[in-house]
């Protein structure tokens, strides 16, 4: 049976999956790009979502490392679903690196090698932490991640990959459409951790 705060997690990891999914598909063709751009929207808000879910889960770590312990079980379940959507946003970028580029992987793009790092030292971080399993452990771990994570974003150069697609476009109309599918990533991963995390506990 499902409980009274399982159902508004669930309805709003629904309600926001499918608004991002809308969003994408009413994306008007870009001038230069046409329809990959929605391609190019979905690869980088699944990416840019990542980047501020892992920072939400650095928060939460940090606050369990402070005392709170109610906190672990959404540091946890956030982190993962962060490096999850990292993942997902690295698979969608195939298709269109294919169609703009000709290539599924560009290995020499300095923003895909650093894309594959940071999914390296993540799988890297996961087993350690499982191997370790110590709640503090996985909170620094969590931490240092999310250093490393910011580290490699920011220091990364660009070949190929444009530095800010979104914001250099003169549609204001595009970057409005991009600012809400990018809030609809974050809303539904942080919906879906509430609904995963409110199960957990159910269960224990």
């Known amino acids: 049976m499902t409980s009274g705060k399982q159902i508004?997690?669930?309805?709003l990891s629904l309600l926001f999956a499918a608004l991002w999914l809308i969003l994408l598909f009413f994306t008007p063709p870009e001038r230069t790009l046409g329809t990959i751009i929605r391609w190019v929207f979905a690869h980088g808000s699944l990416t840019q979502a990542a980047v501020y879910v892992f920072?939400?889960?650095a928060l939460l770590a940090a606050g369990y490392l402070l005392g709170n312990e109610k906190l672990y079980l959404w540091m946890v379940t956030v982190g993962a679903i962060a490096f999850s959507l990292w993942a997902l946003g690295f698979i969608v970028s195939i298709i269109p690196a294919r169609l703009a580029w000709g290539v599924?992987?560009?290995?020499?793009e300095p923003r895909t090698q650093m894309t594959l790092r940071v999914l390296a030292i993540g799988?890297?971080?996961?087993?350690?932490?499982?191997?370790v399993n110590?709640?503090?452990f996985s909170a620094?771990?969590?931490?240092?991640?999310a250093f490393i994570l910011l580290f490699l974003v920011r220091s990364t150069s660009l070949i190929r990959h444009?530095?800010?697609p979104?914001?250099?476009?003169?549609?204001?109309y595009l970057q409005l459409v991009y600012a809400g599918i990018l809030f609809s990533a974050i809303l539904a991963s942080l919906s879906v951790a509430g609904y995963l995390v409110d199960r957990q506990r159910k269960t224990r």
Do not use: E, Q, R
């Open 140 to 145: 620094i771990a969590i931490l240092l991640f």
């Open 104 to 108: 599924f992987v560009d290995f020499n």
């Open 123 to 131: 799988a890297i971080l996961l087993v350690i932490v499982w191997w």
């Open 134 to 136: 110590h709640p503090k």
């Open 166 to 172: 979104v914001g250099d476009s003169p549609s204001s």
């Open 55 to 57: 920072l939400i889960a």
């Open 8 to 11: 508004p997690y669930l309805v």
């Open 162 to 164: 444009p530095a800010n």
